[in-house]
């Protein structure tokens, strides 16, 4: 079945700092979804990838889908304490819309 | 972005009870909802695809029988869990497809369910 592989599976990192986290796949996706949940909390979407070689940003946030459709990148910039926690990274089936998640990237600040 | 919300947020029952959770899509259609089972400290695992006006399909290995889905309206879906178990204690998660021009999925807040 779909896999995702996301790394790193946790960091921990002074405020300021820039992160960066990727996902790896298997399978084909026609969309790369990043996404951030704060513990008991569901998901929320910070960037949704489209197009192949597709760059967006959103804030302190940028993403990147590959240009094979396999894989994507998530860049924090300048780090600050609201960033903790867990970023998944989905990707979208081509038919059935749904969505396969990557294991997650723990993410701790150190202010 | 499009807003999801879950009721109730959190549930504690005895064993063998059923529990019902609703998710609804607040300001947009879903004809496509989602359920997802998070254990902790893992990923969202795909429970089931919840369609409205007919059957919900299962992910390989989801008692059908055991996690009822119904999605009556194009606004609701409600998952239940019948005859509880402690092993059934975990974060349910709804999603909701919104298929305006980003077809995009968007998340409920969680329920926890605690099963004594």
């Known amino acids: 079945g779909q896999q995702l592989n996301q790394s790193p599976q946790s960091m921990f990192i002074q405020e300021g700092e820039d992160v960066s986290m990727n996902c790896t796949s298997s399978s084909i996706f026609n969309t790369w979804l990043w996404y951030k949940q704060d513990p008991g909390e569901g998901p929320v979407l910070l960037i949704a990838?489209?197009?192949?070689?597709e760059l967006t940003s959103n804030g302190r946030l940028t993403a990147q889908f590959g240009i094979t459709r396999k894989d994507s990148f998530l860049n924090i910039s300048a780090s600050i304490p609201s960033d903790v926690g867990i970023y998944f990274c989905?990707?979208?089936?081509?038919?059935?819309?749904?969505?396969?998640f990557g294991s997650g990237t723990r993410l701790l600040v150190r202010p | 972005g499009a807003v999801v919300s879950q009721h109730p947020s959190r549930v504690i029952c005895k064993s063998g009870t059923s529990v019902k959770i609703e998710c609804r899509s607040l300001?947009?259609?879903?004809?496509?909802m989602f359920w997802y089972r998070q254990f902790p400290k893992q990923s969202l695992m795909l429970m089931a695809t919840?369609?409205?006006?007919?059957?919900?399909?299962?992910e390989q290995g989801v008692e059908k029988d055991k996690f009822l889905i119904n999605h009556a309206s194009l606004t609701l879906s409600t998952l239940t869990v019948t005859s509880a178990h402690p092993e059934d204690s975990s974060f349910y998660i709804c999603?909701?497809?919104?298929?305006?021009?980003?077809?995009?999925?968007?998340f409920g807040p969680g329920t926890r369910l605690t099963v004594l």
């Open positions: 919840s369609n409205e006006g007919s059957k919900a399909t299962y």
């Open positions: 300001d947009f259609q879903a004809t496509t």
């Open positions: 990838l489209y197009k192949a070689g």
């Open positions: 999603s909701a497809r919104d298929q305006t021009s980003t077809d995009t999925q968007y």
């Open positions: 989905a990707g979208q089936d081509l038919s059935s819309y749904k969505l396969i």
